[in-house]
Nanobody, 122 residues
């Protein structure tokens, strides 16, 4: 079975940057779509970014487009989310997920990490 572990979250000031990492173990993510989602208190988990199995296509929520970049390192079995120009609205727990059929749909992913907290101060 697969295990996903996120890291790289923390507290940053508005306008700053963070890079989140998601390491997969138990199964290579080669051949699977990978996605990042986030959830703020009292809100539904929402799509942030995704990358197709081959890495040929990437998808971003409108709210992060131009600021966030998703990428993978297949040799390390790791997916990254580079977050620049962070805003207070980006504050949430960020989750890594594997296996999306429809890559922007929460329910289409079969494996999830435990999440990492990102807090952006204003």
């Amino acid at each position: 079975q697969v295990q996903l572990v996120e890291s790289g979250g923390g507290l940053v000031q508005a306008g700053g940057s963070l890079r989140l990492s998601c390491a997969a173990s138990g199964r290579t993510f080669s051949g699977y779509a990978m996605g990042w989602f986030r959830q703020a208190p009292g809100k539904e988990r929402e799509f942030v970014a995704a990358i197709s199995p081959t890495g040929a296509n990437t998808y971003y929520a409108d709210s992060v487009k131009g600021r966030f970049t998703i990428s993978t390192d297949n040799a390390k079995n790791t997916v990254y989310l580079q977050m620049n120009s962070l805003k207070s609205e980006d504050t949430a727990v960020y989750y890594c997920a594997m296996g999306g059929g429809r890559m922007v749909v929460v329910g289409d992913y079969g494996a999830w990490g435990q999440g990492t907290q990102v807090t952006v101060s204003s």
